[in-house]
């Protein structure tokens, strides 16, 4: 696996204008030239595939400016956060190649410091306990067009205040009784800066300090605090903090301490997806999905489950770029960077998803011959594999039609066809049930076409793949789409939720499906090119002789059509 450090070694390139900004601050010599990056997420939910933009981003600047990447988990709601999503995290983070090396580190590790600070800024007259209700918290504070009004506790004096704080966090007083907010300006034109809340009263056992704290930071104090303990040099966020800045530099210049550079960037939005996490969390609890790792799902483990690679995502992060404004990226240009990747490091297999029996009625009763087949024509070290061939065959039923229309050159009655790396096999005979259906095929090989070519000069216009009945391994294959119809999900009719736009037909599942016994001896998360059907991954359900495949993309590129039409 590529890891996303290596991208410092290749070529230069254009620099994105976070890498510029940080180029620059390099160049004069800012933090003593160092680069320091984190990642932060907070334990409430599975990564998604937005995360990765920010994983990659982050990480990317750090090993190409020669730095250090720090893991923080921002851990400071202990009622939403569990430590099954700080586990998720680690595994996500590390699978797609960033390497955090001995720092990892939670925001609760600071929650001492932080309430020190706190302190410091009441003793400064910078900061209040108010005994205002969440609902008239909201009310004071106004609007975009009127200016908020002072709490009435704004002025309590700071022996008060300090009394008041102390016996907030030893637990005197019950949830949402009072506050501890900073004491800024409530006309201030940006909404952020209006007295905002620093400390909630929380009695809830948090993951890691269990119940030694009852008071909990709030995200935009707790945040910038964290960035200057670890001496962040770039803190990266995505661009709903961007009026959040503010707040970030005026805390830090308060406190008179170690001050981080902030910098946002547009956040990732793709087609026929959610990316909030409690959308997400919704599907899961709502049982749309099986779980967070559900292969429809844009989480890092649902795409990882699909068989999607590390480096197919970095590289999509890589093509998408970095901008200052939102935008929507089509779906398909994921799948483009998908296939680029698997179509240079997927082993083939030959797999038939819907089974048509075929006899060949004149190869020799009970013979075997093994035949050799091409791993990946993309990458010729991968070597050759034996495949068996024997009198009965399975080919998919779409390869057949006994009517064939004009342009139809695959398998038909009287008409000749190449099997991959095998024969030229005619059809002969169709066989039906009393239904009418079509069951079996009666065909004649060509002995002298082994390998594909007849010495005559002949030619055929159609190669298809197929399977030994006698060596199939049977398996189910579960065939994934959208898991919604509409580009925005979030356009639905008034009164329903995105919900409402789930695709019924997410989810296929093929059972009796024959693949090559070259896959016996699969294990989950294996990629696979399935010749002619698309790329498959196995699935984590498959064990003890029981063989389940995922359907991670099909073979044909809509964003390559795409790109063709606009050049």
Excluded at 88 to 101: H, K, M, P, Q, T
Aim: hydrophobic content about 35%; some cysteine; glycine content about 6%.
């Amino acid at each position: 696996m590529t890891s996303i450090n290596e991208e410092s070694n290749q070529e230069p390139q254009r620099l994105d204008f976070i890498r510029q900004i940080v180029a620059e601050d390099c160049e004069k010599g800012t933090w003593g030239g160092r680069v320091h990056t984190r990642f932060p997420p907070e334990p409430n939910g599975y990564l998604h595939i937005g995360h990765a933009k920010s994983i990659c981003l982050n990480y990317g600047i750090a090993a190409q400016f020669g730095g250090k990447f720090n893991l923080r988990f921002d851990d400071t709601n202990p009622c939403k956060e569990e430590q099954e999503y700080v586990d998720s995290i680690i595994e996500d983070v590390r699978w797609l190649g960033a390497d955090w090396e001995d720092r990892l580190f939670f925001g609760s590790d600071y929650f001492q410091q932080m309430y020190d600070w706190a302190v410091d800024l009441i003793k400064k007259g910078k900061a209040y306990v108010c005994d205002l209700t969440a609902e008239q918290t909201r009310e004071y504070r106004g609007t975009l067009t009127q200016p908020g009004k002072n709490s009435p506790w704004r002025d309590r004096s700071i022996e008060e205040n300090l009394d008041l704080f102390t016996r907030m966090k030893e637990g005197q007083f019950p949830d949402g009784a009072r506050t501890l907010k900073a004491k800024i300006d409530m006309a201030h034109p940006n909404l952020n800066m209006r007295d905002p809340v620093m400390y909630r009263i929380l009695h809830a056992s948090h993951h890691r300090t269990k119940d030694n704290w009852c008071i909990y930071p709030m995200y935009d104090w707790a945040h910038g605090l964290e960035d200057s303990i670890e001496g962040i040099t770039h803190s990266i966020c995505t661009l709903e903090f961007e009026n959040h800045r503010p707040l970030y530099d005026w805390f830090l210049d308060q406190l008179d301490i170690y001050h981080p550079r902030q910098i946002e960037f547009a956040r990732l939005n793709l087609t026929n997806t959610v990316m909030s996490k409690r959308k997400l969390l919704q599907l899961v609890k709502d049982r749309h999905v099986s779980g967070w790792d559900d292969p429809r799902m844009p989480t890092l483990c649902g795409l990882r489950r699909r068989g999607y690679s590390p480096q197919a995502i970095q590289n999509f992060c890589k093509v998408i770029g970095v901008n200052k404004f939102n935008s929507t990226v089509d779906f398909s240009l994921l799948e483009h960077c998908l296939r680029e990747d698997l179509n240079k490091t997927s082993p083939r297999a030959m797999a038939v998803l819907n089974p048509l029996r075929v006899v060949i009625t004149n190869y020799p009763e009970g013979q075997t011959e093994e035949l050799d087949a091409v791993n990946n024509p993309e990458d010729l070290a991968a070597g050759t594999r034996k495949v068996p061939f024997s009198k009965v065959l399975y080919i998919e039923q779409e390869d057949f039609m006994e009517n064939p229309p004009k342009k139809f050159f695959r398998l038909a009655p009287g008409r000749e066809v190449r099997l991959r790396y095998a024969y030229f096999i005619k059809c002969r005979q169709v066989i039906k049930d009393q239904s009418g259906s079509i069951v079996e095929l009666h065909c004649t090989f060509d002995p002298d076409t082994r390998g594909g070519d007849a010495p005559d000069g002949r030619k055929v216009k159609a190669t298809i793949h197929w399977v030994s009945a006698a060596h199939a391994i049977n398996a189910e294959v579960r065939l994934y789409d959208h898991l919604f119809t509409k580009e925005n999900p979030d356009d639905a009719e008034d009164g329903q939720d995105f919900t409402a736009n789930l695709n019924p037909d997410s989810l296929r599942i093929l059972t009796g499906c024959k693949i090559e016994p070259a896959l016996k001896n699969t294990k989950p998360l294996d990629r696979w090119q399935f010749e002619r059907m698309g790329y498959f991954c196995t699935d984590s359900d498959s064990r003890d002789g029981r063989f389940v495949f995922n359907r991670t993309a099909t073979l044909k590129d809509t964003w390559a059509k795409v790109q063709q039409k606009q050049s």
